[in-house]
C-alpha cells in the first residue's frame, strides 16, 4: 500500500480574507485531482502567520525568495510532501494530476 501524500497549501487568506474564495476552489480541485488518480492525502491549509510562527512549516521558507519577488501573489501555494510545486494561482485539476502523479510514481519506486 503507498503511503499518503501529504498536501500542505499556504495562504495569506489570514492577511486577506478576499483570497480565501481562492482557497476554497483550490482544496475542491486537490480533492477532484486525487479522486482521479485514486490516491489518498494528508490535506492541511496553512495561514502565513501560521508559518512564519512554526519551525514545523519550516519546510516553506522555499517560498520566501519568490514572496519577496512577487508578494502575496505567489500563493495560494502547493507543497506536496514538504516540496513547492505549485504557487501563483489555483491550477486545473489536470496540473494537479501531474504534479500528484509525479509524486506517486516516486514512491513506487
Known amino acids: 500500500m503507498t503511503e499518503k501524500l501529504r498536501l500542505t497549501l499556504l495562504s495569506f487568506a489570514c492577511c486577506n480574507p478576499k483570497l480565501g474564495v481562492h482557497d476554497k476552489a483550490y482544496l475542491e ?6 479522486a482521479k488518480v485514486g490516491a489518498e492525502a494528508d490535506i492541511e ?14 519546510f516553506m521558507s522555499e517560498i ?6 512577487y508578494g502575496q501573489a505567489v500563493t495560494p501555494a ?5 516540496k513547492l510545486e505549485l504557487y501563483g494561482g489555483v491550477p486545473t485539476v489536470e496540473k494537479l494530476i501531474e504534479v500528484l502523479g509525479k509524486h506517486l510514481k516516486n514512491e513506487a519506486v
Open 29 to 34: 480541485r486537490i480533492k477532484e485531482a486525487l
Open 45 to 58: 491549509l496553512v495561514h502565513a502567520t501560521d508559518a512564519m510562527m512554526s519551525k514545523r512549516y519550516g
Open 64 to 69: 520566501i525568495p519568490l514572496f519577496d519577488k
Open 78 to 82: 502547493l507543497f506536496v510532501d514538504h
